[in-house]
């Protein structure tokens, strides 16, 4: 999914869409289905917008279509988490075993016709991106395992 995908779901999936969520950022309704509207070229959202836009709707996909598209990956925090336990572990090495498999049953859909083309190559893309996450949250579960000081 694209910034601008991302924007425009963030607004319609809310409760109550634009005639809600509008006047919680300080605009009509209308305005924002503007800067929301993929096929609109004069009005966008603002960077400031975008990140009032994903502190009260609590959606980051704006936030995972930036760091996607950057080739990075948005892992959203463990605050407040307890240490993880056994379970807790497998549970996460589960969802990454899931994650791989989801990422070489794309790769291998789409080698089919044995070509690649760029919507393929976004979806692997998109997939591998979700795999990525899931070994980075396994990694930071294990992390609050360490005992003692590190050397």
């Known amino acids: 999914m694209n910034i601008v995908d991302a924007a425009y779901a963030t607004v319609h999936d809310y409760p109550g869409g634009s005639e809600t969520l509008a006047p919680r950022l300080g605009m009509s309704a209308a305005v924002l289905r503007n800067k929301v509207n ?5 009005h966008h959202l603002s960077l400031a917008e975008a990140q009032r836009l994903v502190g009260l709707t609590g959606d980051k996909r704006i936030l995972h ?3 996607l598209d950057a080739g990075d990956v948005l892992v959203e925090g463990c605050a407040g988490e307890a240490a993880a336990s056994d379970m807790a572990i497998l549970e996460c090495m589960a969802l990454v075993f899931s994650g791989t498999g989801n990422l070489a049953k794309t ?3 789409a080698f089919a016709n044995g070509a690649l083309s760029a919507d393929e190559f976004d979806r692997i893309k998109a997939v591998a991106y979700v795999a990525r996450r899931k070994i980075i949250r396994l990694m930071g579960r294990l992390e609050t395992m360490v005992e003692g000081p590190r050397v």
């Open 107 to 109: 790769i291998h859909e």
């Open 38 to 42: 993929p096929n609109n070229t004069t």
């Open 65 to 67: 279509a930036l760091a």
